[in-house]
Nanobody, 125 residues
């Protein structure tokens, strides 16, 4: 499966962005799609993930209430809605998918073998 992340950009603190992760290629049968982010000099961290079949989600505790993950299976797309953005949210955001037979959400990047190219989010103060 090929994943394409988009929707990043430059936004002022307090603003909002919606990132999209679109799948292309063969049938998108992967159940679990996650969002991760990586700031310069920092490790890649978990943001949120969704089971595309059940709709169940998981979000980083520090981001709950501001970031929301959702999906549109008809469009083979997963979204990350980001509100009340802060300068510390500045990072490259990646979407990733677990293997197609896996239904459990994981917060570990190593559990996701399929990655998109990343989209830059910059929040100015």
């Amino acid at each position: 499966v090929q994943l394409q992340a988009s929707g990043g950009g430059l936004v002022h603190a307090g603003g909002s962005l919606r990132l999209s992760c679109a799948a292309s290629g063969r049938t998108f049968s992967n159940n679990v799609v996650g969002w991760f982010r990586q700031a310069p000099g920092k490790v890649r961290e978990f943001v949120a993930a969704i089971n595309r079949h059940s709709g169940s989600t998981s979000s980083a505790d520090s981001l709950k209430g501001r970031f929301t993950v959702s999906r549109d299976n008809a469009k083979n797309t997963v979204y990350l809605e980001m509100n009340n953005l802060r300068p510390e949210d500045t990072a490259t955001y990646y979407c990733a998918a677990r293997g197609s037979a896996i239904t459990v959400i994981s917060r570990s990047p190593s559990q996701y073998p399929y990655w998109g190219q990343g989209t830059q989010v910059t929040v100015s103060s």
